[in-house]
């Protein structure tokens, strides 16, 4: 049985994932690397509410950033993501 510390860090992972336009967010990463206002076209949101929750995936270390220019790209930080986002995909579909 894990400590409660890492009972709590996997509850507010979980937390994350649970917030629908987060889970938009991922799912649209999970294809490419998009800018902010590629995303929020995407989304038919404003640039605001996407910036604002790509800042909480970025403070949960699922999203990061790399700069080109004045455009900064968002990505899935790494393959563990993709995972869990998968199997939530398959679990729902089963």
Known sequence: MPNDSAIKDM???FKI???YTRLRILFALF???ICVRDLA???NMTQSAVSHQLKILK???L???RREGK????YLID???RTIIAQGREHIEE
């Open 11 to 13: 509850a507010d992972l």
């Open 31 to 33: 294809q490419k690397e």
């Open 41 to 43: 076209e995407a989304l």
């Open 63 to 65: 999203v990061d950033s």
């Open 71 to 74: 455009t900064v790209f968002y």
């Open 17 to 19: 994932f649970g917030d």
């Open 79 to 81: 393959d563990h993501v």
């Open 59 to 61: 403070q949960s270390k």
